[in-house]
């Protein structure tokens, strides 16, 4: 397809889609004279991808470049690949040197799970959990690994979600499941707090 | 104490203090001169749940404040008071006429979950679900309920743990709680991601 074609299936303007295409987050098109290229449906599904990382996960372009391009060059296992995605995703690790990931490391340990302590969500956690701590709130490895087991069940099932086929599919699947399905998880979370807030303390006065 | 020992024990420069002052984020203190005044316990206790709002949750000063004056203007009971602070932290959710809110309802329904349709967070789970569905990915209400049942344990010890004293106390820890253990569950859920690729798919190769 010509590119005005490619605007109107992704629903891109054409002079957006000539950035991405100088900016390389494009691939160029199949070129068939000097000034005319061919699109084809890769070019659509990637489009549809970059959309839905930058409007829906809040990326920046470079951002959506860096998970696109781990998505594409996919490592020599599943489990690496989707970790190349993973770290790929804001938010990006404090890089604090200072920062004291033991406290991280030892909740993952008492909760029993397999990790690596160079991953970035590694980092994550232990800046999550300085800060908590810095605010006065309980941030000990044991209250840490007792969330994760509470957690356990739901990131399985997430996990046995992806699909069997090519790997691509499964970075994929992970790459935009980790960022579209985090505003789930979030809402989720506060509409559970509100269920078990009128569990625990009563419902609200009518009309207030 | 004077303004330069809060600034000692917050860590606040005092230009900040009194752009603080100014902006109204911080009570003026009692006046003890025409150029004097005495701060107390409670401004250092709201600077340090200001500072972590902004720099742990990322809010601006103008979410801050809304968050704070939820905090300090309770309502008539702990729900109503957690809602109202859940309801003012961000993401803003959409404002779009159009949004339709059923399949998110449905999916509360089919969880079993009390809540009001009216709330900040059913906004956004049905905006969260669009996104999905706008991507291809699966977001029946009959998946997000299966999640939401699997989320339940967490949020019911999360919501266990707030302090059973004061509303005010129960309503600040809610409100950091929401901000503050958001991207702790955030890395806990991929790090969970990693543990459950490794059980499912093995570990990486050495080296890679």
Not at 197 to 204: L, N, Y
Request: without cysteine.
């Amino acid at each position: 397809m010509r590119i005005g074609e490619l605007s109107r299936r992704s629903g891109v303007p054409v002079a957006t889609l000539k950035h991405y295409l100088r900016e390389g987050l494009l691939p160029r098109g199949r070129a068939t004279s000097r000034t005319q290229a061919e699109y084809g449906e890769g070019h659509v599904h990637r489009l549809r991808l970059l959309r839905a990382l930058t409007e829906v996960g809040g990326l920046s372009l470079a951002a959506a470049r860096t998970v696109l391009d781990a998505v594409s060059t996919p490592g020599t296992s599943v489990t690496q690949a989707l970790g190349v995605a993973t770290d790929a995703l804001p938010p990006r690790p404090s890089q604090d040197a200072d920062l004291d990931l033991s406290p991280a490391l030892r909740a993952l340990e008492l909760a029993g799970w397999v990790t690596w302590p160079d991953s970035a969500a590694v980092r994550q956690l232990a800046t999550a959990m300085r800060a908590l701590e810095a605010a006065g709130l309980d941030a000990s490895p044991e209250l840490v690994a007792e969330r994760a087991r509470l957690l356990a069940p739901l990131v399985r099932e997430e996990v046995a979600a992806v699909p069997d086929g090519a790997l691509a599919d499964a970075v994929t699947f992970a790459a935009l499941g980790t960022v579209l399905y985090e505003p789930v998880l979030l809402a989720l979370r506060r509409l559970g707090h509100q269920d078990a807030s009128v569990r625990r303390f009563g419902m609200p006065e009518p009309g207030s």
